[in-house]
């Protein structure tokens, strides 16, 4: 597993805004973008993992928009949250459990918090 892998940069995303829940606190934008310091992926790739994770149930507050010139939507993401299917997803999922499991060898599972 690398720290660009796809169920890591989601592992990341989910647990941020897990813990903003819990603590009831708004989630800070800039800490899920891709140039955050805790992601450090393309444009592209982001968009990618955004969507994916929105199409699939696991966020919320996030809306597409047509971008001129482009084939993909732009992301939008207003008050974004995770789901309880994404609670469910990065408590359960085996894949999300080898992520937490790499991002703790590392001591990197929410930077900053």
Request: glycine share 8%; proline share 4%; net charge neutral.
């Amino acid at each position: 597993m690398a720290r660009d892998d796809y169920f890591v940069i989601a592992y990341r995303i989910l647990a941020y805004l897990y813990v903003c829940l819990k603590s009831g606190e708004k989630p800070d934008i800039s800490y899920v973008s891709a140039n955050s310091e805790a992601l450090q992926i393309s444009q592209n790739y982001w968009e990618y993992v955004i969507r994916h994770l929105y199409e699939d149930g696991y966020l919320e507050g996030v809306s597409f928009m047509p971008v001129v010139g482009r084939g993909s939507p732009g992301i939008r993401m207003n008050e974004i949250m995770i789901t309880p299917k994404g609670i469910d997803f990065l408590q359960n999922n085996s894949s999300m459990a080898k992520a937490k499991n790499f991002l703790k060898t590392l001591k990197e599972i929410v930077p900053g918090l």
